[in-house]
């Protein structure tokens, strides 16, 4: 089986598909006269994701070093990645690192040492967006602008000309972006130095506007002096490519299958290169398990659909029954057809209509077309020979769909066609397969899978398990219900090292979708360290030695901490708990760090971290079990009504909390008052009521109704 060739970027001009050569010869002839003046530069190459950013630079570098004159020292080019880094100090540090670095490698400590120098006057400042009037005053004490001046008079004395490239810029969030540009602009811009930028200009603009009262271009021009747009890569070298790929992927005896007008509405729905790769990877995954039971080029279009537009699949795929039909049912619908009495899903107009409302921005008829091309009969009157589709295992035919369905569903995988893949592709590769195979709502097909990747486990190298690791990571193949899968796979890694390695850039990859992934993972290797009642206790570390384990910590709650404003995670009890367990010492003193600062976020935290259990029904059982309850917990007697008014209620543990009760009963009545109270949902309202209601009264226990009724008299302004 031929290796999966993902979408990496050109390294060699013979690579050059694209005909490029005329654009990196005037870039290289540009950037070497343009070194040849002293001051710092920034230069800008635009282009949206997947636009060849990267292709073109390599080849520019090339370009350069074969011009660049023997009798001037060869120039150094660093290369600094960001997105690799998981926040805004860390990117900051790193990117100070990586010049001491290359100057130290090419013989320049003088000037590594005072670039580090310079760099180590940030060290102990609170942050480098909104300096405080204290920073300020302590950015004087350490005189960083005369540490700056030195840096800069070594540099230029040395005359050694740097390029420093930073690529990956649209990948990171909007702080992280306006880090990078007052980097270049204003912190580091060092004599004989051009920085290199690659960004998407949208998302720049973007992130700059949010400091620039939503001027973002206009700083933007401020900043880079000269910037270049990406060629556009025409559409028939895309549609080669992809042709050229597909050809290498089936064997001869399914070339008879070939049809030519399936493949050009497929050709059409290509918008970059990044497409070609992710349909052509996926197809190939596909057509070495199905191709002797499904025709390929139905395969290769239904790729294509799920890749570019899967929210349209989806509706195919739930309307199987009006999609491929027998005989007797076309004939049927033909009758219905002209009686007006068809479903919605027949009628033409409401799919152009889904598809543009999902897809604004793409062609919709290209779209139509294909599915029309895949399933011929659904917007035609005409009865088609329904024994040929079967004939040709067009997916037309119920039974070839169902075959097709069944392999998303069950995700069948003979061995013989699995190793392959887990053993050749790399992170980018298996992502595209894996996106488009499973389905994160099918629970069937991820426990084959999973039952398919565990047998494997044992046999698979270190470096393979890190990437199949990392692959099922980025895909949200699993989510807390089933995170096992991922944990098996980091337990099934021998080298320690390389399992640090590999949880290390899980953290660094951490956001909203997998944060509570990510949380379970840490939660199972601290309890397979007996740390959750022993968190001071590093002896039983199994799967991380205890100076990995306490790195691994750090990374992690640092990222809560940074983003701890996102109410979501404010409001995560899995996560906070954690936190709790692993270093209470470190939350208890962030809760009271933020006691003046923000009042409402330790409301969130506290209510969220102090629940004894989630919102039930019928959590006490009968009326009777309830009032046992209550007298067993001194509960003040309630007039209880009747029964059903016990049905949901919440339960909370408000002792050994980290502010007196007193203090938080005030700082509740202080908040409530709020617009940013009233923002919150009526789920976190509820609960602040409630625990509200627990302190004042002593109680665990608060039936929903109280705390409704309470939150109705707070909105009042009773």
């Not at 909007?174 to 998407?200: G, H, M, R």
């Not at 899978?449 to 199949?468: H, K, Q, Y």
Request: proline share 2%; aromatic share 10%.
């Amino acid at each position: 089986m031929d290796n999966y060739n993902s979408a990496q970027a050109i390294t060699k001009a013979e690579e050059d598909v694209f005909d490029w050569k005329n654009y990196y010869k005037h870039f290289a002839r540009e950037l070497i006269k343009l070194s040849e003046q002293e001051d710092s530069l920034v230069f800008g190459l635009c282009g949206p994701w997947a636009s060849g950013k990267t292709s073109l630079l390599n080849l520019t570098k090339l370009e350069m070093l074969e011009r660049w004159d023997s009798k001037n020292q060869a120039p150094i080019f660093i290369n600094f990645e960001p997105w690799n880094f998981l926040n805004s100090e860390q990117i900051f540090f790193a990117f100070f690192n990586c010049i001491m670095t290359e100057l130290k490698r090419d013989k320049l400590n003088k000037a590594a040492r005072l670039i580090k120098k310079y760099a180590d006057c940030f060290a102990d400042l609170p942050g480098i967006w909104g300096v405080s009037a204290k920073a300020l005053k302590k950015m004087s004490d350490v005189d960083i602008i005369e540490a700056k001046e030195k840096v800069k008079n070594e540099l230029r004395k040395s005359k050694k000309k740097i390029f420093f490239i930073i690529d990956d810029i649209d990948r990171m969030n909007d702080e992280q972006i306006c880090l990078i540009f007052q980097l270049v602009k204003s912190i580091a811009p060092f004599p004989n130095i051009i920085y290199i930028l690659l960004y998407d200009k949208n998302i720049a603009v973007k992130a700059l506007s949010t400091i620039q009262k939503d001027d973002g271009e206009a700083y933007l021009e401020k900043i880079v002096q000269i910037e270049i747009n990406m060629p556009q890569i025409h559409t028939s070298c895309l549609r080669a490519i992809l042709a050229e790929r597909v050809e290498d992927i089936v064997s001869e005896e399914h070339e008879d299958a070939f049809d030519g007008k399936i493949l050009s509405a497929i050709m059409r729905l290509i918008g970059n290169l990044r497409d070609v790769y992710r349909i052509s990877n996926a197809f190939r995954f596909k057509y070495y398990l199905l191709s002797a039971r499904i025709n390929y080029i139905d395969l290769l279009a239904l790729t294509a659909l799920e890749t570019i537009v899967p929210k349209i699949t989806k509706w195919l795929y739930s309307n199987i029954g009006a999609i491929s039909e027998d005989r007797g049912i076309q004939a049927i619908n033909v009758l219905k057809r002209e009686s007006g009495e068809l479903e919605e899903y027949y009628d033409k107009e409401k799919l152009l209509s889904t598809i543009k409302h999902f897809y604004p921005d793409k062609d919709s008829q290209d779209i139509f077309e294909l599915i029309c091309r895949i399933f011929p009969r659904l917007f035609s009157d005409r009865i088609y020979n329904y024994d040929e589709f079967f004939a040709q295992r067009r997916v037309a035919h119920y039974e070839i769909m169902k075959t097709y369905l069944q392999f998303r569903s069950e995700s069948l995988m003979p061995k013989n066609d699995v190793d392959p893949i887990f053993l050749n592709s790399d992170e980018k590769e298996l992502v595209d397969i894996f996106s488009s195979t499973f389905d994160v709502n099918n629970r069937f097909g991820l426990y084959e899978f999973n039952a398919e990747l565990s047998g494997r486990i044992r046999t698979l190298p270190d470096d393979r398990l890190v990437v199949i690791a990392i692959a099922i990571f980025r895909t949200r193949l699993i989510d807390t219900n089933n995170f096992g899968l991922l944990v098996h796979v980091v337990k099934g890694i021998k080298n320690e090292e390389a399992r640090h390695e590999l949880l290390n850039k899980m953290c660094a990859e951490i956001n909203a979708d997998n944060l509570e992934v990510m949380n379970k993972i840490i939660y199972e290797i601290e309890h397979d360290s007996e740390r959750l009642d022993n968190p001071n206790d590093y002896s039983k570390c199994t799967l991380l030695s205890a100076e990995h384990l306490k790195q691994l910590e750090d990374r992690y709650f640092n990222f809560i901490k940074n983003n701890i404003n996102d109410r979501n995670i404010a409001g995560d009890i899995r996560v906070l708990r954690l936190w709790r367990d692993i270093k209470p010492s470190d939350f208890k003193d962030y809760l009271l760090s933020i006691k003046s600062s923000d009042k409402l976020l330790l409301v969130i935290l506290i209510t969220a971290i102090y629940f004894d259990d989630f919102k039930h029904k019928s959590i006490f059982g009968s009326f009777d079990d309830f009032k046992k309850r209550a007298d067993a917990n001194n509960v003040v007697k309630l007039n209880f009504g009747n029964a059903s008014a016990l049905k949901e209620a919440w339960k909370f543990d408000i002792t050994d909390m980290p502010i007196e009760h007193n203090e938080l009963i005030n700082i509740i009545e202080q908040i409530i008052k709020t617009k940013e109270f009233t923002d919150l949902s009526k789920t976190q309202q509820e609960q602040i009521a409630c625990i509200y209601i627990a302190i004042k009264e002593k109680r665990s226990h608060i039936l929903r109704d109280e705390s409704e009724k309470l939150l109705e008299n707070w909105m009042k302004g009773n």
